[in-house]
């Protein structure tokens, strides 16, 4: 008997939900940063274990919105709310609700949804201060589980899925078994590429960039892709190619080097750098750059 559940991972920005959602899967399938509001897409992950799938859905951090982008960022974390059987949300250890995260976990209890309470980044917290917020947030909510976690090394993970196992529900399997992510390749191109900017220039450039594949191509054991990563000025677009295009070089090795692990075959990236003004507030600019459904 197979049986399925769609999970959505929640929670505010920077505490883990990607780290999370790749470790579980034991792919990488969602950039990580230490920048807050790294994920901005909706991102599947799909894990097959005999007769169970779990898929996993990724969301944005929740935050209060300031731009376009921003609203359709939380827009998107209440789509997947709405079509999801199960919501694993995901706290920081140490670290008290913000009035986001009230909300949405009052929103979530009210709806009937079960709701598993992750709590991250355990390895680096004080043990009696972790024991005194599972006891503090145990009574404020009504979690179907608490789950003390470490998504960075991997402790406790697997109690997740066993507190997901008797959630499950008798039904089809909606993905092959060998099927882990949803994205397009070109999408995982651009997260790949979006990643190693936010990472290599996490202190130099704000938030707003953008990662577009223009062209994509496999023949012969190898994938060429041309790429174009968007900034909001010029003086962003200089420090991202760097002195003599030393920074953009970089950043195109490390995101060939996590393609190719990924692909499991050689890869070709020829990457530039553009600037589109204020992007993240003009609507033309996030359609072209996949933020379409819930723009219009």
Known sequence: ??????????????????????????????????????????????????????????????????????????????????????????????????PSEK??????????????L?????????????????????TQYKFHSVIPVSALTGDGVDIILSELDPLLTESIHFFPEDYITDQPERKIFAELIREKVLRLLDDEIPHGVAVSVEDFSEKKGMISVRAEIYCERE???????????????????????????????KVFLDLWVKVKENWRDRPSLLSDFGFKDEIE
Do not use: C
């Open 118 to 138: 992750v709590i991250n980044k355990t390895d680096r917290a004080n043990k009696i201060k972790l024991a005194e917020q599972i006891m503090a947030l145990s």
């Open 235 to 265: 003086s962003h677009k200089r420090i991202i190619i760097g002195k003599n295009g030393s920074m953009l070089k970089k950043i195109g090795t490390y995101a060939r080097e996590d393609a190719e692990a990924l692909f499991e075959t």
């Open 103 to 116: 909300s949405a976990l009052d929103k979530y209890s009210a709806s009937g949804l079960d709701v598993i």
């Open 1 to 98: 008997m197979t049986k399925t559940a769609f999970i959505m991972i929640a929670g505010k920005p920077n505490v883990g939900k990607s780290t999370l959602l790749n470790t579980i899967l034991g792919e990488k399938v969602a950039i990580v940063s230490r920048k807050p509001q790294t994920t901005r897409n909706r991102i599947t992950g799909v894990l097959t274990k005999g007769e169970n799938q779990y898929v996993f859905t990724d969301t944005p951090g929740l935050h209060k919105p300031k731009t376009l982008l921003g609203e359709y960022m939380m827009r998107s974390v209440g789509n997947v709310a709405d079509n999801s059987d199960i919501i694993l949300f995901v706290v920081e250890a140490g670290s008290e609700l913000n």
